[in-house]
């Protein structure tokens, strides 16, 4: 596996579920991120790990709680959902503190609640 | 907060013809990236602009970093059909822990 991978890919659930996405970083990168992306809307920053370390989190509802056991992986568990939360979910990993550091997109997960 | 203006929101254009999109922003950037994301998929990253000024081309495209740190180019010459896509800018302010800003995209269409 190269770059960015994110399981599943696509995901239905209801609102009372409880799931979690999950992305792998193959790049020996130190920082991780989750995006949101909804139709018609720049992509939104939710969540940021630097060294493992939860560095932003950009006023997401605590329905969403992320989880980065080490640098190459990153979660995102889910539970009670709701409808509007439907969306692409992106992972991407950078180097930080370093010259020109660019994130590098993993394919995302099509989330879809009911 | 940072907000980035991206235009044109879309085009339609035929095959063989040049495609120009650029992204202006309110505040600096030290940095400009470009990506283009197929649907249901991630953004994929198409080039990197490090200082002001620098003009980089990948292939059929080319994007310059503004001098004012404030905007960014995008051209794409002689338009084939795999161009299909969206096209992001994002201005990146490198830290501790870097915080992309993304504009709102250009759709391209490109006919035979």
């Known amino acids: 596996e190269t770059g960015v991978t994110q399981t599943p890919r696509h995901l239905v659930m209801g609102m009372t579920n409880k799931k979690s996405l999950k992305c792998e970083q193959h790049l020996g990168h130190n920082a991780m991120y989750w995006y949101k992306q909804s139709a018609k809307k720049p992509l939104e920053l939710m969540f940021v790990?630097?060294?493992?370390?939860?560095?932003e989190n950009n006023s997401v509802p605590s329905r969403f709680s992320p989880e980065c056991p080490n640098s190459s992986h990153l979660f995102l568990h889910l539970h009670t959902l709701q409808p509007e939360d439907s969306a692409l979910y992106l992972c991407?990993?950078?180097?930080?503190?370093?010259?020109?550091?660019?994130?590098?997109f993993g394919p995302g997960t099509r989330l879809t609640v009911l | 907060g940072q907000q980035l203006n991206q235009s044109p929101q879309s085009m339609f254009i035929q095959e063989g013809e040049d495609v120009s999109m650029n992204c202006t922003s309110s505040s600096i950037f030290n940095t400009w990236l470009w990506y283009k994301q197929d649907p249901g998929e991630g953004p994929v990253l198409l080039i990197a602009l490090y200082k002001a000024g620098e003009l980089t081309s990948n292939g059929r495209l080319t994007a310059q970093f503004g001098i004012t740190r404030k905007d960014s180019f995008l051209n794409i010459s002689a338009s084939i059909p795999s161009d299909v896509g969206i096209y992001f800018c994002?201005?990146?302010?490198?830290?501790?822990?870097?915080?992309?800003?993304f504009g709102t995209g250009t759709r391209l269409q490109v006919t035979l």
């Open positions: 994002a201005g990146l302010l490198t830290g501790t822990a870097s915080k992309l800003t």
């Open positions: 790990y630097s060294l493992e370390e939860r560095v």
């Open positions: 991407a990993s950078s180097q930080v503190m370093t010259v020109g550091d660019t994130q590098y």
